[in-house]
């Protein structure tokens, strides 16, 4: 089957021209068979003109939604004022601004004419965990614990690939990515629901500091706790409530305390009756911030049998921190 270009097709190509020329090779003699010299004699470009467009020759299939998956990813890193959930559905349905049918839709369409079928799964897979890890991302932020959260991106980032196959196969040019997208969000917002909220609302522990500032400062803005409310009283009276994302208690037997104390700590630093957990991003790094804060460290990070690093300190107040990173399952 020729290669060569058609005539009157122009020396210099646009990323359009190259991609409707990939498409017809891979229709033509498939997918693996079609190389990157092929696509720009086709095209009318060198070889070196291809890379000014595209990476690679997946790329010609994935870039379009590849440049709104990034813009996904900033919407939900950055501070917007709305619920998690809210967030990932409103950066989910963005998707869709200004996306016209491209070269991917075809390739889903003529996944078996084009013989791509396994490079499409392999490279959708791909795509469906970068969501994934956007959304998990956004519900930790705003407290969500670690399985739900990742459950739930999960079921968002087959929401969007699904959303998208759908859209190709009920022809691109002719119908609203958006209203897939809408479909498919009402479909995987049920896996994120809050949980059922039992007779206690919320856990807020109360801590005494004489040196308020100091205290208030540390845990502020070297632990990471954002400040939601402050009041003042007469006489002095000052108190400021921190946020720390979702909040538990945890009840442990003589046993259980001392299992800790020897998993976490060389032995030399107890627990107290009452001891906060905080969990971090990286606990290593966190636990030389606030120790370097004023922080004393009681036992250096160290990995526990459960799958998570640990330390612990002794942080202003008085009060008695553990540091945990949960690492997840093993490979």
């Keep these: 089957m020729s290669t060569e270009p058609r005539a009157g097709r122009p020396k210099a190509s646009s990323r359009e021209t190259i991609a409707e020329a990939a498409c017809e090779l891979f229709l033509e003699q498939g997918y693996e068979q079609t190389s990157i010299v092929d696509i720009a004699r086709r095209a009318g470009v060198s070889r070196s003109s291809f890379f000014n467009y595209f990476s690679s020759k997946s790329d010609v299939l994935w870039a379009g939604l590849d440049e709104r998956l990034a813009a996904f990813e ?154 939601v409310e402050a009041y003042e009283a007469d006489g002095g009276a000052r108190v400021a409530i921190l946020a720390a994302g979702r909040a538990t208690l945890e009840i442990a037997n003589p046993a259980q305390v001392e299992f800790i104390d020897r998993v976490e700590t060389d032995g030399d630093s107890p627990s107290d009756r009452i001891r906060l957990a905080l969990e971090v991003a990286d606990t290593t790094s966190a636990t030389a911030r606030l120790a370097n804060a004023g922080a004393e460290i009681e036992a250096s990070a160290r990995e526990t049998p459960w799958r998570s690093i640990n330390a612990r300190l002794r942080g202003p107040a008085g009060l008695q921190l553990t540091l945990f990173q949960e690492l997840g399952p093993e490979d």
Excluded at 161 to 185: C, K, P, V, Y
């Design 74 to 227: 900033h919407r939900l890193e950055e501070p917007d004022g709305k619920d998690a959930a809210a967030s990932v559905r409103a950066a989910t349905l963005a998707i869709a601004d200004s996306f016209a049918p491209d070269s991917l839709a075809l390739g889903i369409v003529n996944a078996t004419a084009m013989s791509l079928e396994t490079e499409y799964e392999r490279d959708a897979a791909l795509r469906r965990a970068r969501v994934a890890r956007a959304v998990a991302g956004r519900l930790l932020g705003g407290g969500a614990d670690r399985v739900r959260a990742e459950v739930a991106g999960a079921a968002w980032g087959g929401a969007v690939l699904a959303a998208i196959e759908a859209w190709a196969h009920d022809g691109a040019g002719r119908t609203s990515l958006a209203r897939f997208l809408s479909l498919a969000a009402d479909a995987a917002a049920p896996v994120w629901s809050a949980p059922p909220m039992a007779e206690v609302a919320q856990l807020r522990v109360v801590v005494q500091a004489a040196a308020f500032e100091q205290t208030l400062a540390f845990y502020r803005d070297v632990v990471g706790m954002p400040q």
